[in-house]
């Protein structure tokens, strides 16, 4: 069973957040692959599906966490161990502020890089799951940092958001594969985004 969680807060207000690009991915994939309906499940919402592969169809499952961003872990860990899975069986899929916008980058294991939901993870299932890092940009500041992640999308933002978003469910076979390079390499060549040093580029935008 692969578990794809995307991080996020639930409700309204904090729906269409820099912060919930990892919801935002899950809806994309549910679509692409017409996975099952939304419902209430290990302190989440669940999805469950199936993804085509060379090898045949890998069973999945959608995960959005419903505990607030900070105790991601706690929705994450109950999943895993419901189905009798492993780290490497989970990939996480959330904002990224060291990656330029529309940027994508896969890895695996490591530290949580001042990311809470990634720490509660970890804190959860240890640290070798599988990480799709999306890029949001940095604000320039690390005390603009909250008010950034906490912010909506803007307009301008909309088409690579969209494109970053659907190229991670098309390229979805190959990471059901186990092939995280190659699928890394699809969503960029999907989704083609600048290279940005996006502390500086904060920084020149800040008023």
Request: contains cysteine.
């Amino acid at each position: 069973m692969l578990i794809l969680a995307g991080l996020g807060n639930p409700g309204a207000k904090y729906e269409k957040n820099r912060h919930n690009i990892g919801f935002m991915a899950m809806d994309a994939i549910a679509r692409r692959w017409s996975f099952g309906p939304e419902r209430s499940s290990f302190q989440g919402l669940i999805r469950a599906g199936a993804i085509p592969t060379p090898g045949g169809e890998v069973k999945a499952i959608l995960l959005k966490p419903q505990t607030f961003m900070n105790e991601s872990g706690r929705s994450v860990g109950e999943a895993m161990r419901f189905y009798k899975a492993e780290p490497p069986d989970v990939t996480v899929f959330y904002d990224e502020l060291d990656l330029a916008p529309g940027r994508f980058r896969m890895k695996a294991g490591g530290g949580a890089a001042g990311h809470n939901g990634i720490r509660s993870i970890i804190a959860h299932i240890g640290p070798h799951f599988r990480r799709a890092r999306m890029g949001i940009g940095h604000p320039g500041h690390k005390d603009r940092v909250m008010g950034h992640v906490l912010s909506d999308f803007h307009k301008v933002d909309q088409a690579w958001l969209a494109a970053l978003c659907d190229a991670c469910a098309d390229a979805l076979p190959i990471l059901a594969a186990g092939e995280d390079e190659r699928y890394q390499g699809e969503v960029m060549r999907l989704a083609p985004a600048e290279k940005l040093d996006t502390r500086k580029a904060g920084r020149e935008a800040a008023p």
